[in-house]
């Protein structure tokens, strides 16, 4: 078997290294990207004068049917031929060959597939990532909708997960949205990062064709050249990015499934799970178990450790080409398919979660409303420390008597202050406690339609794939 660098060697390598070292069974996904790189790379050859027009166009005609074979045919990369491919520069370039010939051979004039690797990587997350962009959007569209639906609908907020304060369920579901906002933004920052273009590098030190690298980044949609061909032959930093992107991603997914997870269950029973997003127990028949959601909280691990893996593999890396860089494709891979299926998993769940308005807003009563019994009277003078301390008088006599604010009567409200008087019955409820508060991120009613209103702006399109 030939391989692209057999010309230095007096025997075969070893069959089993070589099966080692090959990566067509894997970076065959990258075919079109490296094909859509060869067709740029004999242009500019041929603009540099050293292919000349006749070649070029052999190459050119060649490699377009072999991009539309590789489209309409899964078995072209199963040939008998493409089995003994290392990768899939070689596959390409073999292809090439057995069409055209001798001018097929010149197309690797100035290239190395160190650079090939590094564009054809960047090339196809330049494809990828608007479509992971294009299902976080469409998973934020349906906590939009679930925003929606719960209309003024309350329920408590938890820190250390021990009931807080009041919030409108809708309150609840932005916060998921304003993490996935981040995801989408974080995305666009690695696109911004992708888009160099390495070619031009060589395989470390450069090429001495006089190719027009800034003519050959337009063409293939770079808006910048890389500044050091070493560096760029062995930087993968935007595979480190995208995998923390995808990471980071994942860790808001697990979290979202972990409150959906939990208010789903009989012991919180704020949210009912469709039918068709639970699975019964083939034991206990009473069970209607979240199993998606429990994959996607569980899958987030799988990417966290490709991106540990990763860093892993880079440190200590002397800079330049490794052959170790080749671990980035499965890991890339990896996760971004992990990533995509848990974002349409997720909104498959979530387009049918209901709210269970009484039980949750039930649970948003009672003594969380503490904090706003203190501010009643912050705001008839008492200092915030004081009337905490008063407060937590109240709370401690009301734990003790299996009693809530709203079962106090005036004279037992007075007898812890004065300053009590008809109003505190109205004020100490849960819609008067969101309703009191102030800031645009609060959950006001007022700031959460506000908050809604501009979500849904950005839905309709205020996002780009490069901007916010
Ligand atoms: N399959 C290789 C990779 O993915 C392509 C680059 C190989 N370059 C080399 N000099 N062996 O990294």
Same mark, same amino acid.
């Given at each position: 078997?030939?391989?692209?660098?057999?010309g230095?060697f007096?025997?075969?390598?070893?069959? $089993?290294?070589?099966?080692?070292?090959?990566?067509?069974?894997?970076?065959?996904?990258?075919?079109?990207d490296?094909?859509?790189?060869?067709?740029?790379?004999?242009?500019?050859?041929?603009?540099?004068?050293?292919?000349?027009?006749?070649d070029?166009?052999?190459?050119?005609?060649?490699?377009?049917?072999?991009?539309a074979?590789?489209?309409?045919?899964?078995a072209?990369?199963l040939?008998?031929?493409?089995?003994?491919?290392?990768?899939?520069?070689?596959?390409?370039?073999?292809?090439?060959?057995?069409?055209?010939?001798?001018?097929?051979r010149?197309?690797?004039?100035g290239?190395?597939r160190?650079?090939?690797?590094?564009?054809?990587?960047?090339?196809?997350?330049?494809?990828?990532?608007?479509?992971?962009?294009?299902a976080?959007?469409?998973l934020t569209?349906?906590?939009a909708?679930?925003?929606?639906?719960?209309?003024?609908?309350?329920?408590?907020?938890?820190t250390?997960?021990?009931?807080?304060q009041?919030?409108?369920? $809708?309150?609840?579901?932005?916060?998921?949205?304003?993490?996935?906002?981040?995801?989408?933004?974080?995305?666009?920052?690695?696109?911004?990062?992708?888009?160099?273009?390495?070619?031009?590098?060589?395989?470390?030190?450069?090429?001495?064709?006089?190719?027009?690298v800034?003519?050959?980044?337009?063409?293939?949609?770079?808006?910048?050249?890389?500044?050091?061909?070493?560096?760029?032959?062995?930087d993968? %930093?935007?595979?480190s990015?995208l995998?923390?992107a995808?990471?980071?991603?994942?860790?808001?997914?697990?979290r979202?499934?972990e409150?959906?997870?939990?208010?789903?269950?009989?012991e919180?029973?704020?949210?009912?799970?469709?039918?068709a997003a639970?699975?019964?127990?083939?034991?206990?028949?009473?069970?209607?178990?979240?199993?998606?959601?429990?994959?996607?909280?569980?899958?987030?691990?799988?990417?966290?450790?490709?991106?540990a893996?990763?860093?892993?593999?880079?440190?200590?890396?002397p800079i330049?080409?490794?052959?170790?860089?080749q671990?980035?494709?499965?890991?890339?891979?990896?996760?971004?398919?992990t990533?995509?299926a848990?974002?349409?998993?997720?909104?498959?769940?979530?387009a049918?979660?209901?709210?269970?308005?009484?039980?949750?807003?039930?649970?948003?009563?009672?003594?969380?409303?503490?904090?706003?019994?203190a501010?009643?009277l912050?705001?008839?003078g008492?200092?915030?420390?004081? $009337?905490?301390?008063?407060?937590?008088?109240?709370?401690?006599r009301?734990i003790?008597?299996?009693r809530?604010?709203e079962?106090l009567?005036?004279?037992?409200?007075?007898?812890?202050?004065?300053?009590?008087?008809?109003?505190v019955r109205?004020?100490?409820?849960?819609?008067?406690?969101?309703?009191?508060?102030?800031?645009?991120q609060?959950?006001?009613? %007022?700031?959460?339609?506000?908050?809604?209103?501009d979500?849904?702006?950005w839905?309709?399109g205020g996002?780009?794939?490069?901007?916010?």
């Open positions: 078997m030939a391989h692209l660098w057999s230095r007096a025997g075969d390598p070893d069959a $089993a290294l070589v099966e080692f070292g090959a990566s067509f069974t894997f970076d065959r996904r990258l075919f079109e490296d094909v859509a790189g060869s067709l740029a790379w004999a242009e500019a050859l041929e603009r540099a004068g050293v292919l000349g027009s006749a070029a166009g052999l190459i050119r005609v060649a490699l377009g049917e072999m991009l074979r590789g489209r309409s045919d899964p072209f990369f040939t008998e031929a493409a089995r003994g491919d290392e990768d899939v520069h070689s596959f390409v370039e073999r292809e090439l060959v057995a069409r055209i010939g001798e001018p097929g010149r197309l690797h004039t290239r190395s160190n650079e090939q690797v590094a564009v054809d990587m960047r090339l196809y997350l330049k494809r990828r990532i608007p479509e992971l962009q294009r976080i959007v469409a569209g349906i906590l909708d679930r925003a929606q639906d719960a209309s003024d609908s309350l329920m408590p907020s938890y250390h997960m021990r009931r807080a009041p919030v409108l369920a $809708a309150h609840f579901f932005l916060a998921h949205a304003a993490a996935l906002r981040r995801d989408h933004r974080r995305f666009a920052g690695v696109l911004d990062e992708i888009d160099e273009l390495p070619l031009g590098s060589g395989a470390i030190a450069g090429t001495s064709y006089a190719v027009d800034h003519a050959l980044a337009t063409r293939l949609g770079f808006s910048r050249v890389v500044v050091n061909s070493i560096d760029a032959t062995g993968r %930093d935007f595979v990015s995998l923390h995808a990471a980071l991603t994942m860790v808001h997914l697990s979202m499934a409150d959906l997870i939990l208010f789903t269950s009989e919180f029973g704020f949210f009912e799970l469709a039918d639970a699975t019964g127990s083939s034991l206990m028949p009473q069970k209607k178990n979240p199993d998606p959601l429990e994959l996607v909280r569980g899958k987030a691990g799988r990417v966290i450790g490709r991106l893996g990763w860093l892993a593999t880079m440190k200590g890396l330049g080409y490794s052959k170790d860089l671990e980035d494709k499965e890991a890339m891979f990896e996760a971004e398919e990533l995509h848990c974002l349409h998993a997720a909104g498959a769940v979530l049918g979660i209901s709210i269970n308005r009484d039980v949750a807003g039930a649970a948003a009563s009672g003594l969380l409303l503490a904090t706003d019994v501010d009643y912050v705001a008839k008492v200092p915030f420390r004081q $009337a905490h301390e008063t407060v937590g008088a109240i709370v401690r009301l003790a008597e299996r809530t604010f079962s009567t005036l004279d037992e409200w007075r007898a812890h202050s004065m300053l009590f008087d008809a109003g109205d004020a100490i409820t849960p819609a008067a406690s969101v309703a009191r508060k102030r800031t645009p609060s959950t006001h009613p %007022d700031a959460v339609a506000a908050a809604l209103a979500l849904r702006q839905l309709r996002q780009t794939p490069r901007g916010a």
